[in-house]
C-alpha cells in the first residue's frame, strides 16, 4: 500500500512538473493571443 502511493506521489509530481513547464511555455502566445483585437482572431479558433 505504502509503495502504492508512494509511486502516485511520484507521478503527482512528473505531471505537476509537466504543467508547469507547459504553462511556461505558453504564457508568451496566450499573452499575444490577449493583447490581439478581436477581429485578428482567426474565425473558429475560439471554438
Given at each position: 500500500m505504502r509503495?502504492?502511493?508512494e509511486?502516485?506521489?511520484?507521478?503527482?509530481?512528473?505531471i505537476s512538473?509537466?504543467?508547469?513547464?507547459?504553462?511556461?511555455?505558453?504564457?508568451?502566445?496566450?499573452?499575444r493571443?490577449?493583447?490581439?483585437?478581436?477581429?485578428?482572431i482567426?474565425?473558429?479558433a475560439l471554438?
Amino acid at each position: 500500500m505504502r509503495a502504492k502511493r508512494e509511486a502516485d506521489e511520484a507521478e503527482y509530481e512528473r505531471i505537476s512538473q509537466a504543467l508547469d513547464e507547459a504553462t511556461e511555455k505558453a504564457k508568451p502566445e496566450v499573452a499575444r493571443i490577449l493583447d490581439m483585437p478581436l477581429a485578428d482572431i482567426p474565425a473558429g479558433a475560439l471554438d
